[in-house]
């Protein structure tokens, strides 16, 4: 079993800055992918960023060029910096981690862009 803890979230104003954190600890032997995804009450899941134990990484199109994703593959960590932060990018986040048999969410956090 893997646990995946969030931290980070919390209430911004637009423009701003937060930095998610994820930790994964448990039956860990290698971690494939690890990313962040969003959902909004009512709709699906969607991928914001995800990096490869090699360092590839993914974005969403929304994401890109205000978000960065990082990785520390010997802690089983990933870290998400988002920086010029809109309203509409408040949702509850999820960590996510695959490990080809199995993937694995967080229990989510909740980041909230408003003045």
């Known amino acids: 079993q893997v646990q995946l803890v969030e931290s980070g979230g919390g209430l911004v104003q637009p423009g701003g800055s937060l930095r998610l954190s994820c930790a994964a600890s448990?039956?860990?032997?290698?971690?494939?992918?690890m990313g962040w995804y969003r959902q909004a009450p009512g709709k699906q899941r969607e991928l914001v960023a995800a990096?490869?134990?090699?360092?590839?990484?993914n974005y969403a199109d929304s994401a890109k060029g205000r978000f960065t994703i990082s990785r520390d593959n010997a802690k089983n960590t990933v870290d998400l910096q988002m920086n010029s932060l809109k309203p509409e990018d408040t949702d509850v986040y999820y960590c996510?981690?695959?490990?080809?048999?199995?993937?694995?969410w967080g229990q989510g956090t909740q980041v909230t862009v408003s003045s």
């Open positions: 990096i490869t134990s090699d360092g590839n990484t």
């Open positions: 996510n981690a695959d490990l080809l048999v199995k993937v694995y």
């Open positions: 448990g039956s860990i032997s290698s971690i494939y992918v």
